[in-house]
Each structure stands twice: as C-alpha cells, then as structure tokens.
C-alpha cells in the first residue's frame, strides 16, 4: 500500500522543453530568480523563474564546453569550469 500525503499545494505548473543541460544554478538577483543552463551547443540560457511562461532572458557563448556552473552573489558574477571536447564526441 502507498500512502501519498501532500506537502505543498501548488496553484499551477509550467512545463518548457529545453535541451538537456551539462550544468546549471540558480540566482536571486533583486526580487527576480533567475535559471542558468549550460548546453551542450557551447552557450549559456538565461531564463526568468518568476514568469510562469519561463521566459528567456538572454543567450550567451562559452569557450567550451561549460561542466560547472555557480552562481557568486557578493560579486553578482557566475563562473564555469569548462572543459574541451572534441568536434566529433557527440556524433556517434
């Protein structure tokens, strides 16, 4: 037998299909919460957590590609640690 107890009500659910990420973190940043995803296309997706329609903010490029990823509040900056692959490691 399985017993569910509900913890939390939550009033909705928003659902996005993205690419799956080779890291991520969160932010607070003024009363906004922000999501980082690094993808494997060698980028950084930025998107807005406190819009339910989970809206992209920006888009940026890394070197490589991006295995950590961390959020610095005092200095307001994220840092990755990235590493170099070879052209061809995802096409098989």
């Given at each position: 037998?399985v017993r569910?107890?509900?913890?939390?009500?939550?009033?909705?659910?928003?659902?996005?299909?993205?690419?799956?990420?080779?890291?991520?973190?969160?932010?607070?940043e003024?009363?906004?919460?922000?999501?980082?995803?690094?993808?494997?296309t060698h980028?950084?997706?930025?998107?807005?957590?406190?819009?339910?329609?989970?809206?992209?903010?920006?888009t940026?490029?890394?070197v490589?590609?991006?295995?950590?990823?961390l959020?610095?509040?005092?200095?307001?900056?994220?840092?990755?640690?990235e590493?170099?692959?070879?052209?061809?490691?995802?096409?098989?």
């Amino acid at each position: 037998m399985v017993r569910v107890i509900p913890v939390h009500n939550f009033l909705g659910q928003s659902v996005a299909q993205i690419d799956e990420p080779t890291a991520f973190c969160t932010a607070n940043e003024s009363a906004n919460e922000l999501l980082f995803l690094a993808l494997r296309t060698h980028c950084i997706e930025v998107y807005l957590l406190n819009n339910p329609d989970l809206k992209r903010l920006t888009t940026f490029p890394t070197v490589d590609l991006a295995e950590y990823i961390l959020h610095c509040a005092k200095g307001e900056y994220i840092a990755t640690m990235e590493a170099k692959t070879h052209p061809y490691a995802y096409a098989l």
